[in-house]
């Protein structure tokens, strides 16, 4: 199941069901829909994505806030990651866990601008590097 | 000391100038306990003192004074740490890095955009030379070296190894078991790897993503050359088949070490023994351990351990100092000769420096916690 939205003129959001349902082997939102497609414009606009992938938070006030819980459902997760697969202006997007797998950790330019932004402090800033959890 | 700033720039201090600043804070009757603590780790330690330290007086004198210096906070102002400062270059790595370490007169530098180095042999206008070579461009989380080689913890990559010698340096072993990917570089395990250390020529993978592991090695003479000795691989045993569990664990030199529920166990670890390679030796009790694990580090004077809340060290004693405050970065220096005493904490606007004297006092065979003191290995450092 995908519901599919337009946030932008031409550049549409899915939701996909399976981030959303106990798929096994898939991390799990754990903030509403909405939430999600905000994160997701605050990635598009702010920008924090290059080559058809990005990274967000979900953000309350200046900080960073769980949006969600890794597939073994032992951690929860900071990072959301969206990906532009086909290239076309329709996205998708998961929570990202960099602690399993670094690839999904945002790159050193996005993770110093929400440094900056003081979404993360120093320190969990070296943790999400170094992929080591990191609680809030 | 270098000190990475976040304007990348490097500051370069005089240790020893830094140390003098910090003697003229202090009654110079701690003098002693000035100099061990912060210059020379190495000084109370071996056989030598045993005559010495066997007689309680002496022992309680020299105890005495580490306890004085230890109620005094010394302070260093940014002026006085100006003064000691040899340089202040450009950082000519990508930073933030995840890793770095200082290994035969060079820098390496781990990362996303892979591992890197650069000279720092005092030959250079730099400290640290701004001709940087791309070493691998293998994104990675965690970096050790020894026996010219350099351990890579690449996440869910897996572990890898590259050799830091020229030639073919594993034409003689090349296996089955180990994916090798050229001369230079080969992958140990597809298993996740979140960090690194050395345990004697083998190398231990810590995750917190899967389970740890040791990558086991035999260090044997070549035949018909007695000089030479060759890394050889034995195989990957997991936490599970070390410590008849599996959860986050850590392992440098002789003592492999697990945490679960509030305790910490350690395994002996001895590569050159024929039956007992791993022998139980028993738990720590760490009731403060609340959080996730975030890291974990063995040092001569005891183990140290991240939670969220900041640091737990387990001295050598079994007694527990806690250290509170999320730090930006932290460092103990188990391979150095001078240094081997010493954690050091960086904060948002300070960086403390700890000092840990009591494992002079304490019988290196027998300790639990922390790595036993070797004369023969200091003497090769």
């Known amino acids: 199941m995908m519901n599919e939205v337009e946030v932008k003129q031409g550049l549409f959001y899915i939701h996909k069901s399976d981030h959303r349902d106990s798929s096994p082997r898939k991390s799990q939102w754990r903030i509403s829909e909405l939430e999600e497609r905000n994160s997701f414009v605050l990635m598009y606009d702010a920008p924090w994505h290059t080559n058809y992938r990005g990274w967000s938070l979900h953000i309350k006030g200046k900080a960073a806030h769980y949006l969600g819980i890794n597939a073994l459902k032992n951690r929860n997760l900071i990072i959301a990651k969206f990906i532009d697969g086909n290239q076309n202006n329709i996205w998708h997007g998961y929570p990202a866990d960099y602690v399993q797998d670094h690839r999904e950790c945002p790159s050193i330019e996005i993770l110093t601008a929400w440094k900056e932004k003081g979404h993360f402090s120093r320190a969990k800033i070296r943790k999400i590097i170094r992929g080591q959890p990191c609680s809030l | ?381």
């Open chain 2, 1 to 381: 000391m270098y000190l990475w700033c976040e304007d990348n720039s490097i500051r370069i201090i005089n240790w020893d100038s830094l140390v003098e600043i910090i003697k003229g804070k202090i009654d110079s009757k701690l003098k002693l306990a000035v100099e061990c603590g912060f210059r020379r780790s190495e000084y109370l330690y071996g056989h030598k003192w045993n005559l010495f330290f066997s007689d309680d007086e002496i022992r309680n004198i020299i105890k005495n004074k580490f306890i004085k210096l230890s109620e005094k906070i010394i302070t260093v102002s940014q002026d006085q740490l100006a003064k000691a400062q040899i340089r202040h270059q450009k950082n000519p790595f990508p930073f933030p890095h995840s890793d770095l370490i200082i290994y035969n007169y060079k820098f390496y530098v781990a990362g996303q955009k892979g591992i890197f180095s650069s000279s720092c042999d005092k030959s250079n206008k730099n400290p640290v030379s701004s001709r940087v070579n791309e070493i691998r461009d293998i994104s990675s989380l965690s970096i050790a070296a020894s026996y010219s080689s350099l351990a890579v913890s690449a996440g869910s990559e897996g572990l890898f190894e590259i050799s830091l010698d020229y030639g073919d340096v594993w034409g003689l072993e090349k296996r089955r078991s180990i994916k090798t990917i050229d001369n230079h570089f080969r992958q140990l395990s597809r298993n996740h790897s979140s960090s690194c250390r050395w345990a004697y020529h083998s190398i231990f993978s810590s995750s917190h993503a899967d389970s740890s592991f040791l990558a086991d090695f035999d260090n044997k003479e070549v035949e018909n050359n007695s000089d030479h000795k060759m890394r050889t691989f034995r195989g990957i045993l997991t936490a599970n088949e070390l410590f008849n569990h599996s959860a986050y664990s850590w392992g440098t030199q002789e003592k492999l070490c697990q945490i679960f529920h509030k305790k910490i166990k350690v395994v002996k670890y001895n590569p050159w023994g024929k039956e007992e390679r791993f022998t139980d030796i028993g738990e720590l009790d760490v009731q403060q351990l609340q959080g996730n694990i975030i890291s974990a580090e063995s040092a001569l004077f005891g183990y140290i351990i991240e939670v969220d809340s900041g640091l737990i060290v387990i001295d050598s004693r079994g007694e527990t100092f806690i250290i509170e405050g999320e730090p930006v970065n932290w460092r103990v220096f188990p391979r150095s000769k001078y240094y081997e005493n010493q954690l050091h904490v960086v904060y948002d606007d300070r960086l403390e420096i700890y000092s840990f004297n009591d494992d002079y006092f304490v019988n290196q065979e027998e300790k639990l916690s922390g790595l036993r003191y070797s004369e023969w290995q200091a003497n090769r450092r």
